[in-house]
């Protein structure tokens, strides 16, 4: 295994205010490395340093490598896919060119364009004869979800960032996308981080979880060893699983 | 009808349609470009549109009569008239330029920036598609105030279907402001159907 995204003491600030603090770990390729918080304990800001969205205030993140302050900013970002909550598609695109921008942006040519978004379309459930044509509005929360990982996928990158995308979803549509997620990392074999503040979600889906509080990285272990970490935030954390209240 | 009130009925309104149409080519090719410049510049932006809201307060005769003592700009004419009907038209076509753009979803602009768009296809790909609708509502708007204010413009020798207007209420001669106000009434009328037309046909959402 080798790393393909490695933070380096990256500190993050805004203002007076630490964001995120001294952060040093690899993300391995392959792996789906889920970023577990609270609202405001710093990940999506964590997803954000990785493309470039934001810089560090200190340290360094490396990309394949290099640092992110070194890479083309346009071209580190269409590198790596991006979902967001509620997918943030263009509601003035159809599906099919919200999921084939990437490689429009990138000089596609059409018919190249066309298969790929045909087979992204087909590969998750929603068959582009009858989807393609249809804007965003059209279609459910759930399918507007697996647009936008489809969108992530369209160029094909290495490296793909989930903010909350299933976050927003009712819990059997998100039941369903979230074995959608095994299935395609089965398939597909990229490397995801993936921010969640749903600890089921992240015992489900991440080889390795990492524990934000605060902007501190706590813990970062695999789902067995995290259900036996000590530390209070854990404990908060893995008491919702007995609460029997849904997350 | 007195001899020769059809011929300056094609006439007047032409002249009439021109000074109309040349403001609102001048005034859209401002104030889009400047909204889109403002969403950029959030001190620049406060300063602007406090002087078009200004502007718009100001009484369109007096107005025109401000501008004629003016060297370069002002004198007795067209070219005032137009002048004064672009200074009109400016604000509800920034103000829309700016609440379009200002207006699109964040998340759709975070994803757009995040999907590795440029700022100019952010801008042409994005915000300007999903703000047309806003900017051309500010550009009915200023038609309709335009088509209205241009009977003014007779005021300052600027020509138009103001002339009837002004000419009627000298002489008391009803049909002359008739000749006038409804052909007037009827541009504003078509103006605004026209432009819904163009937005209900060609634009998103």
Request: proline content about 5%; some cysteine; aromatic content about 6%.
């Amino acid at each position: 295994m080798s790393a393909i995204v490695s933070f380096r003491q990256v500190t993050y600030r805004i203002g007076a205010t630490d964001i995120l603090r001294d952060l040093t770990f690899d993300v391995e390729s392959g792996e789906t490395l889920v970023l577990l918080g609270r609202s405001g304990s710093g990940k999506t800001t964590l997803l954000r340093l990785v493309n470039g969205l934001v810089n560090p205030t200190a340290g360094t993140i490396l990309v394949e490598g290099q640092a992110t302050i070194t890479w083309d900013a346009i071209r580190l970002k269409r590198r790596i896919g991006y979902v967001i909550q509620e997918g943030g598609l263009f509601p003035h695109f159809t599906v099919g060119e919200n999921v084939g921008l990437v490689p429009h942006l990138e000089g596609w040519p059409q018919d190249r364009i066309k298969a790929r978004v045909e087979g992204l379309l087909d590969q998750i459930g929603l068959p582009p004869n009858q989807f393609a044509q249809r804007y965003p509005r059209e279609l459910s929360g759930g399918q507007r979800q697996r647009v936008g990982v489809a969108r992530a996928l369209a160029a094909d990158p290495d490296i793909l960032l989930f903010d909350e995308p299933f976050g927003a979803l009712d819990p059997i549509t998100r039941v369903e996308l979230q074995r959608q997620f095994l299935a395609l990392r089965k398939n597909f074999g990229k490397t995801a981080i993936f921010v969640t503040h749903d600890v089921r979600e992240a015992l489900l889906l991440g080889t390795r979880i990492g524990l934000l509080n605060h902007g501190y990285l706590e813990v970062l272990t695999t789902p067995p060893e995290f259900l036996h970490s000590q530390g209070q935030e854990v404990q908060a954390f893995l008491s919702c699983l007995s609460s029997g209240v849904d997350a | 009808m007195p001899m020769g009130l059809e011929r300056d009925l094609v006439t007047l309104t032409l002249e009439h349609l021109f000074l109309v149409a040349t403001a609102l080519a001048v005034a859209c090719a401002v104030a889009v470009p400047t909204g889109i410049l403002l969403t950029r510049r959030e001190a620049l932006r406060r300063w602007v549109v406090a002087l078009t809201n200004v502007m718009q307060t100001v009484p369109s005769l007096a107005l025109f009569g401000f501008l004629i003592p003016l060297p370069l700009l002002g004198g007795i004419g067209k070219h005032t008239a137009i002048i004064a009907l672009v200074l009109y038209a400016l604000l509800p076509i920034l103000q829309n330029t700016l609440a379009g753009i200002m207006g699109v979803d964040r998340a759709v602009r975070a994803s757009a920036i995040a999907m590795g768009m440029t700022g100019r296809q952010l801008l042409w790909m994005v915000e300007l598609p999903l703000a047309s609708r806003t900017i051309l509502t500010g550009i009915r708007v200023a038609t309709v105030i335009t088509v209205g204010t241009a009977t003014i413009a007779a005021a300052i020798g600027g020509g138009g279907l103001g002339v009837f207007i002004f000419r009627g209420l000298a002489s008391v001669d009803t049909t002359q402001i008739l000749a006038g106000a409804v052909p007037a009434a009827l541009m504003a009328l078509l103006a605004d159907k026209g432009l819904s037309w163009v937005e209900r046909r060609f634009l998103p959402r």
